[in-house]
């Protein structure tokens, strides 16, 4: 029943939450109750294969979720998912209706104000592509075009020229679009520039993993050049539920995951090149 | 309806409506230019290649979709009135399904998926609309009670309720439930949330259709049994609700069919229903249509269910009176 009215474990924490900022600022409270209900809560986007998506059975599957499952198992306690839209998860105040978000958040200077980065725990590339038709050769024929993005990503801050993140390689913003389409995800670019060159419109921004796995599903589309920017991926917390105990956790976890490479097995069991060889991204740039 | 006495001849036997609605449907035909389609592959023998086949192809398969469609019309309206709906029904429905045979579509894809579909996301969608039904019903009998009292209070609340909650989008009615009341200390979830909002939006609306309804009685009967000694209660559940119900059921049965498929909405709070996997399920192989093709059949199955029960019960409340 409490589950259906919606008082549960999460107002519990909030409560205790707001009761202890009263009264001293104790860390902790978060993790403590982690450990207390043998739960960690994921937040993923389901909607990013091969990152995190639904199989066949109905279990959540991806590189994402497989680090997810092995935090949680380093932890000692069980994993449970919970698949928010992307702008819903970066957009902070969670709540304490999850726990983290294992969901390839690239740290920048503006959700530093809503949420923590306590851990790095890969990097991808992040490219343009075009439909092979396109007669746009290099980034710069994008330049005045309409370029397709996801709402509320580091790609659509790329374009606007407002990419503000941290600890991140050096780059240069090679395109400056006429028109930023923001769709919800990803593949709704894909599918709209897989409809013919500046139909809908003339190319999109996304990862590397993500238009690879495209184009090997058969969509007519090619890699625009060479990858724009490199950029770091992070597990994320929520500032206001602000637990530096939980946040040291994660950063022993996946430090140790980097370790014993775990996370190199992860990648290159997960992401793969045009020919068929296997990638490790979890090696920072 | 009204059924009519005068028996005129029908339109369509008559030859210069046929030539009329020939040269209309020649024009609209000719308009969409369907030469690029399944129909210019038929006519190659005649045509040619149907890409370079240029004004000349273009007439002659706009020609030929005319003669089919006008015979087909033609034929059909020989038979009775029966079998011309259920003809219709097919004939539609044989189109709905050429058009998503033309997607190329992988059916052991939808194999693989169907029963996650139907296991996890209807029934998530069917009970998030189930409990926002009843809670709506519940809501509505209050509030169109509330409108019609003369309590100062009761008709302020129920009428501010109405018009907040018919005045705003249903999704922003969600977005508010699920993030606002956090922020007052009321934790909600995701379903939770989707409830409320549910229940919430169309018990406004019912409200104004069950108010209408028993608004439509006329004053008389309340008078009459007024002038019987009987108390308020008892004429409204004796008296008034059964008159009023017969015209309550039809705009309600929509309101059901409506919030069916305004579940959907839930699926931006990340639930799993049918919208929502609809959307996810086809993502790792990039098989997008599938779904949405799946989820619409289903959707669409359900809306059938429905609207036969709606039909049974107006059935059923006509015998009575």
Same mark, same amino acid.
Request: include cysteine; proline fraction near 4%; aromatic fraction near 12%.
């Given at each position: 029943?409490?589950?259906?009215?919606?008082?549960k474990?999460?107002?519990?924490?909030?409560?205790t939450?707001f009761l202890?900022?009263?009264?001293?600022?104790?860390?902790?409270?978060?993790?403590?109750?982690i450990?207390?209900?043998?739960?960690?809560?994921?937040?993923?986007?389901?909607?990013w294969?091969?990152?995190s998506y639904?199989?066949?059975?109905?279990?959540m599957?991806?590189?994402?979720?497989?680090?997810?499952?092995?935090?949680?198992?380093r932890?000692?306690?069980?994993?449970q998912?919970?698949?928010?839209?992307?702008?819903?998860?970066?957009?902070?105040?969670?709540? !304490?209706?999850?726990?983290?978000?294992?969901?390839?958040?690239?740290?920048t200077?503006?959700?530093?104000?809503?949420l923590?980065?306590?851990?790095v725990?890969?990097?991808?590339?992040?490219?343009?592509?075009?439909?092979?038709?396109?007669?746009?050769?290099?980034?710069?024929?994008?330049?005045?075009?309409?370029?397709?993005?996801?709402?509320?990503?580091?790609w659509?801050?790329?374009?606007q020229?407002?990419?503000?993140?941290?600890?991140?390689?050096?780059?240069?913003?090679?395109?400056?679009?006429?028109?930023i389409?923001?769709?919800?995800?990803?593949?709704?670019c894909a599918?709209d520039?897989?409809?013919g060159?500046?139909?809908?419109?003339?190319?999109?921004?996304d990862?590397?993993?993500?238009i690879?796995?495209?184009?090997?599903a058969?969509?007519p589309i090619?890699?625009?050049g060479?990858?724009?920017f490199?950029?770091p991926?992070?597990? !994320?917390t929520d500032?206001?539920?602000?637990?530096p105990e939980?946040d040291?956790?994660?950063?022993?976890?996946?430090?140790e995951?980097?370790?014993?490479?775990?996370?190199?097995?992860?990648?290159?069991?997960?992401?793969?090149?045009?020919?068929?060889?296997?990638e490790?991204y979890?090696? !920072?740039? | 309806?009204?059924? $009519?006495t005068?028996?005129? $001849?029908?339109?369509?036997?008559?030859p210069?409506?046929?030539?009329?609605?020939?040269?209309?449907?020649?024009?609209?035909?000719f308009?969409?230019n369907?030469?690029n389609?399944?129909?210019?592959?038929?006519?190659?023998?005649?045509i040619?290649?149907?890409?370079?086949?240029? =004004? =000349? @192809?273009?007439?002659?398969?706009?020609l030929?979709?005319?003669?089919?469609?006008?015979?087909?019309?033609f034929?059909? /309206?020989?038979?009775?009135?029966?079998a011309?709906?259920? #003809?219709?029904?097919?004939e539609?429905?044989?189109?709905?399904?050429? =058009?998503?045979?033309s997607f190329?579509?992988?059916?052991?894809?939808i194999?693989?998926?169907v029963?996650?579909? #139907?296991?996890?996301?209807?029934f998530?969608?069917?009970?998030?609309?189930?409990?926002?039904?009843?809670?709506?019903t519940v809501?509505a009998?209050?509030?169109? %009670?509330a409108?019609?009292?003369?309590?100062?209070?009761?008709?302020?609340? /129920?009428?501010f309720?109405?018009?907040?909650?018919r005045g705003?989008?249903?999704?922003?009615?969600?977005?508010? #439930?699920?993030?606002?009341?956090?922020?007052? @200390? =009321?934790?909600? $979830?995701?379903?939770?949330a989707?409830?409320?909002a549910?229940?919430?939006?169309?018990?406004?609306?019912?409200?104004?259709?069950f108010?209408a309804?028993?608004?439509?009685?006329?004053?008389?009967?309340?008078?009459?049994?007024?002038?019987?000694?009987?108390k308020?209660?008892l +004429?409204?559940?004796? +008296?008034?609700?059964p008159?009023? %119900?017969p015209?309550? %059921?039809?705009?309600?049965g929509?309101q059901?069919?409506?919030?069916?498929? $305004?579940? /959907?909405?839930?699926?931006?709070? @990340?639930?799993?229903?049918?919208?929502?996997?609809?959307?996810?399920l086809?993502?790792?192989?990039?098989?997008?249509?599938?779904m949405?093709?799946?989820a619409?059949? +289903?959707?669409?199955?359900l809306t059938?269910?429905?609207?036969?029960?709606?039909?049974? #019960?107006?059935?059923?409340?006509?015998?009575? /009176?």
């Amino acid at each position: 029943m409490s589950n259906i009215f919606g008082f549960k474990k999460s107002s519990i924490v909030l409560a205790t939450v707001f009761l202890s900022i009263s009264m001293t600022a104790k860390a902790g409270i978060v993790y403590d109750y982690i450990i207390e209900q043998n739960k960690l809560i994921i937040a993923t986007d389901a909607n990013w294969a091969p990152f995190s998506y639904i199989d066949d059975d109905g279990v959540m599957q991806g590189f994402d979720v497989e680090v997810g499952r092995e935090i949680a198992k380093r932890m000692g306690v069980e994993a449970q998912f919970i698949t928010p839209d992307w702008d819903v998860i970066t957009a902070g105040n969670w709540n !304490a209706r999850w726990d983290v978000s294992v969901g390839s958040m690239t740290p920048t200077a503006s959700r530093s104000e809503v949420l923590n980065f306590p851990a790095v725990y890969y990097y991808t590339p992040a490219a343009f592509a075009v439909h092979t038709d396109s007669p746009i050769t290099t980034l710069a024929g994008l330049n005045g075009k309409n370029v397709c993005t996801t709402a509320a990503s580091t790609w659509e801050m790329y374009l606007q020229g407002d990419l503000d993140m941290l600890n991140a390689p050096a780059f240069t913003y090679d395109v400056t679009p006429g028109t930023i389409t923001s769709l919800k995800d990803g593949s709704m670019c894909a599918d709209d520039t897989r409809l013919g060159a500046g139909v809908r419109n003339d190319g999109f921004i996304d990862s590397v993993p993500m238009i690879q796995g495209a184009i090997e599903a058969g969509y007519p589309i090619r890699f625009l050049g060479d990858p724009a920017f490199h950029e770091p991926l992070s597990l !994320a917390t929520d500032l206001g539920n602000n637990d530096p105990e939980l946040d040291a956790e994660l950063a022993r976890i996946i430090a140790e995951m980097q370790k014993d490479y775990t996370l190199s097995l992860l990648s290159i069991q997960h992401f793969k090149n045009a020919d068929g060889s296997s990638e490790d991204y979890t090696v !920072a740039y | 309806m009204f059924v $009519d006495t005068v028996i005129e $001849d029908k339109a369509l036997h008559k030859p210069v409506f046929l030539i009329y609605l020939s040269v209309t449907v020649l024009a609209i035909f000719f308009a969409l230019n369907f030469t690029n389609t399944l129909f210019g592959e038929f006519l190659r023998p005649v045509i040619g290649d149907p890409t370079e086949s240029g =004004f =000349f @192809g273009r007439f002659a398969v706009s020609l030929v979709l005319t003669i089919i469609f006008v015979l087909n019309l033609f034929a059909i /309206s020989f038979f009775k009135l029966k079998a011309q709906v259920a #003809i219709v029904w097919i004939e539609l429905f044989l189109l709905f399904l050429a =058009f998503a045979y033309s997607f190329d579509l992988k059916m052991s894809f939808i194999q693989s998926r169907v029963p996650l579909m #139907i296991s996890r996301g209807l029934f998530t969608t069917i009970y998030i609309s189930a409990i926002s039904i009843v809670i709506a019903t519940v809501i509505a009998v209050i509030g169109a %009670i509330a409108k019609l009292s003369n309590n100062g209070f009761a008709y302020a609340i /129920s009428s501010f309720y109405t018009s907040l909650f018919r005045g705003l989008p249903l999704l922003l009615q969600l977005f508010l #439930i699920y993030k606002g009341l956090p922020q007052l @200390g =009321f934790m909600v $979830d995701a379903v939770p949330a989707a409830i409320t909002a549910l229940s919430l939006c169309y018990g406004a609306y019912m409200t104004e259709i069950f108010r209408a309804g028993i608004q439509s009685i006329p004053k008389g009967q309340w008078e009459a049994s007024r002038a019987l000694g009987f108390k308020f209660n008892l +004429i409204l559940r004796k +008296i008034i609700l059964p008159q009023a %119900i017969p015209i309550i %059921i039809p705009p309600t049965g929509n309101q059901f069919i409506a919030m069916l498929k $305004d579940s /959907s909405l839930a699926s931006v709070l @990340g639930v799993w229903e049918l919208m929502y996997l609809a959307r996810t399920l086809g993502q790792r192989d990039f098989r997008h249509m599938e779904m949405l093709l799946t989820a619409a059949m +289903i959707y669409w199955a359900l809306t059938i269910v429905l609207e036969v029960i709606q039909a049974r #019960i107006e059935e059923k409340y006509k015998q009575k /009176s």
